[in-house]
């Protein structure tokens, strides 16, 4: 870790900035899948569909970013490398083969919902680890992750 004048103790940091890395991981994975529905999506609701995936990959990008800095804030180094996403996301992989509507609201819906648990879950660990801002970054991006899974739901019968 960096030198800090951050007063939470040594050992939330280390714990937080791990926590962070990981999220960030799955945040990256998932800002990518929407890319790769986003460039790929085929259907009769084509733009509609499109410029929906492009709006949640904005706010992911948003969050993936906040991640970063967040664990840079505590004293931490972070890895947004793709070599460094691809082995710590928790998220299934994306399959790369797929262009229906259905087929890619599908997959976002899984993905988006996997990442929300895990979200979930950072939030526990950082209220009980006593750090009150890393858990309200993680609530915010929870809330968030709720809607669009809602919204991408909303799609399918």
């Known amino acids: 870790m960096h030198k800090t004048r951050n007063d939470l103790p040594d050992n939330t940091r280390k714990a937080m900035i791990a926590l962070l890395n990981a999220r960030l991981a799955d945040a990256i994975d998932l800002r990518l899948a929407f890319k790769q529905a986003h460039w790929n999506v085929k259907g009769p ?3 509609a569909v499109h410029e929906m995936f492009d709006a949640m990959q904005g ?3 948003g969050f993936v970013d906040e991640i970063a800095e967040r664990a840079v804030m505590l004293g931490g180094q972070v890895d947004g490398t793709t070599q460094g996403v691809a082995k710590g996301s928790k998220l299934t992989a994306y399959p790369a083969d797929i262009t229906k509507e259905r087929e890619h609201i599908e ?3 899984d993905r988006v919902a996997q990442f929300g648990k895990l979200v979930r879950e950072a939030i526990d660990a950082a209220d009980e680890a006593d750090d009150k801002d890393t858990a309200d970054l993680f609530t915010g991006v929870s809330k968030q992750m709720d809607m669009d899974l809602w919204f991408l ?5």
């Open 107 to 109: 997959a976002l819906a």
């Open 59 to 61: 706010r992911v990008s």
């Open 153 to 157: 739901e909303a799609h399918l019968p």
């Open 45 to 47: 609701n084509f733009i």
